[in-house]
């Protein structure tokens, strides 16, 4: 099989881009693991959940402001979901850049309701109880799963954009980057959890456990994903785009992937402050979605 | 004279005709008001333009193919005549399958009456989707305006009944404008009379389907289209083609996610439950 030819000019999506993976991911992620924590850990595991629904929301606020700040016109954000022509909706399927605002739009609504549910729950929005209550049960279940399916797109879909175009790197590597992008999110999400866990009491220590547990699953799933995704560019003969000067973000991205195992395995944790792990596992997450952002454009 | 309605309008750029003098790029830049980029040496040949990107809507690529003679004196190359200095004037392509359209997710890029793709400045937001898609690195970004740009095959000189600039300007006529199924036949013929004088790599570019289902601005060329820096048809696929896939990695991870956060917090509640039963009975 040739290798790819590729003639395209960069778009120049660079740091808002970044943060904006980065924290989308995030609070994509975190939604998802507010919603397994608060329906299938167990009841101890609340308080994680809640930690789970604010982080998620928080890690969304950002998101719209990066995105419009790296607009060419940042005032005409909207048409991403209004036709400036015609006035009707702008909404493409087959554009995951469509897709995605649409997304991101109906997410926030998601995220912010379970923000205020859990933010009432701990105390900040006593007034907001009603929503807690109303959060719980079957209708409860039915809102966080319907948030979920939402808060993985907003996790994965970034990759599929980058894979919808022509540019190397992105196009070969299009079958992996959508799941890696969204197994990255998950480790990033758990290790963030896991960080903001152990800074509060009210956390159970086998939540942590759980959570733990959870992150090797997801760093796991990850490596996997990272591996089919250097297949796919390697057949593409692209590969040596990602290696060269970005071998140092490969090495983030490695420490990151070994650090729950490293911890949990050699005990380094009684040596290493227990946030060592999680942050790493965090610039791990960042390191990945710099590398690829950056090398094809380079 | 007007030109027809949802009648194909497009180029035929006759490479083997093309002498570099670059009136298409300052034809272009002075009915379309571009200011241009500051001049550089590329140190590539007489090619001082660059690329094509927001100020350069044209851009004559010079392409050296003069056979080594290190040593030796140098001959007049026995392929010349086209064959050993390649220029070609570059555009747009206007794609009857367009990748920057179809990624567009303002609709600021059209297609026109006349079958040209148009990117309407005061809809596009400057995300810049379409420059990850153009396969050919035809759209740049306008950093004073912030939007994409690339040529319009001057569509306010078409709607006028006009001849683009570029063509109007070309003075060896290696850009020809027209409505496309009748440079079709033009081409058809020019290719017939290069094959016969022997040139064996001359080839159309762009005249049938197989590159984004053909191109409204299509292209003899005299040698392979990657050595003119475009996408062969093995080559020219749209950006959609990753769409599925990537969705289904996309959904397979999220099942395998799920999955293994279930297993994981299930795995926990199970083992709290039988520590809180092993407490209770004793």
Known sequence: MPPAEHFVAPPQWEWWILAYFFFGGIAGGSYALGTLLRFAGDPRDESAARIAFIASFIALIPCPIFLTLDLGQPLRFWHMLVDASD???????????????????????????????????????????????????????????????????IGGYTGVLLAVSNQPVWSDGGLALGGMFLASALSGSAALLLLLARSRRDVDADTAVRLEAADRYFVILEAVLIALFLVTVGIAGTIDRVLGIWLVLWLVVLAGLAAPFAMARWDMARRWPPVAAPILALLGVLALRALVIFSAQT | MAFQENRALGFFTDTSICIGCKACEVACKEWNQLEGNAPKFTADSFDNTGQLDAQNWRHVQFIEQIPDNSGMVVTPTPIAGGQAWLMMSDVCKHC?????????????????????VFIQKDVCNGCRNCISACPDGVIGFNEQQGVAQKCTLCYDRLQGGLTPACAKACPTESIKFGYVDELHTVADSRLAALQKQGYAKAQLYGRDAKVYGGLNAFFLLMDKPEVYKLPNADNAMLPSRNNLPGYIGGVATAVVGLVAGLLAFRNGRMNGNNANNSTNAH
């Open chain 1, 87 to 153: 006035g009707g909706l702008a909404f493409k399927y087959w554009s995951p850049m469509s897709v995605g605002s649409w997304a991101l739009l109906v997410f926030g609504l998601f995220s912010l309701v379970s923000f205020v549910g859990a933010a009432a729950e701990v105390g900040w929005l006593r007034a907001a109880s009603p929503v807690a209550r109303a959060l719980r049960g079957g209708a409860g279940l039915v809102w966080n799963a319907i948030g979920t399916a939402f808060g993985l797109f």
């Open chain 2, 96 to 116: 009857k399958n367009a990748s920057c359209l179809e990624v567009c997710p303002t609709n600021a890029i059209v297609r026109t009456e006349f079958d040209t």
